[in-house]
């Protein structure tokens, strides 16, 4: 491989890395500034899973700008993540409107 391709891969990923950041940043914002529980969940379920998203990404591009195989590793982590937090964020605003119906 050559050297400015894993310069360039290097970079994508430093890329990937910073923006990973940042919707982890304006997620955790979200959690700590919204007012009600359904808003203070909405916020960090979507920007968190982007930023975990955007670290898996970075995880592979970096291995493969190495010289390395990509592991299965990081896409069942990244669909394991995609699958179980609206899931687990839908049952977490069923259980609250159980427990405190609308009014």
Same mark, same amino acid.
Request: hydrophobic share 60%; charged share 10%.
């Given at each position: 491989?050559?050297?400015? !391709?894993? $310069?360039?891969?290097?970079? !994508?990923?430093? #890329? $990937? /890395?910073?923006?990973? @950041?940042? #919707? @982890? $940043?304006?997620?955790?914002?979200? /959690?700590?500034?919204?007012?009600? #529980?359904?808003?203070?969940? %909405?916020?960090?379920?979507?920007?968190?899973?982007?930023?975990?998203?955007?670290?898996?990404?970075?995880?592979?591009?970096? $291995?493969?700008?190495?010289?390395?195989?990509?592991?299965? *590793?990081?896409?069942?982590?990244?669909? #394991? /993540?995609?699958?179980?937090?609206?899931?687990? @964020? %839908?049952? !977490?605003? *069923?259980?609250?409107?159980?427990?405190?119906?609308? *009014?």
């Amino acid at each position: 491989m050559s050297a400015a !391709l894993a $310069l360039a891969g290097d970079a !994508l990923a430093a #890329f $990937l /890395l910073v923006t990973a @950041a940042a #919707f @982890a $940043l304006v997620g955790s914002y979200a /959690l700590a500034t919204l007012s009600t #529980f359904e808003k203070r969940l %909405h916020g960090p379920t979507k920007a968190t899973t982007m930023g975990v998203g955007g670290t898996l990404a970075a995880s592979v591009v970096a $291995l493969l700008a190495g010289g390395a195989e990509a592991s299965l *590793r990081e896409i069942l982590v990244a669909a #394991f /993540l995609f699958v179980t937090a609206p899931v687990s @964020a %839908h049952m !977490l605003v *069923r259980a609250a409107r159980t427990l405190r119906p609308p *009014r």
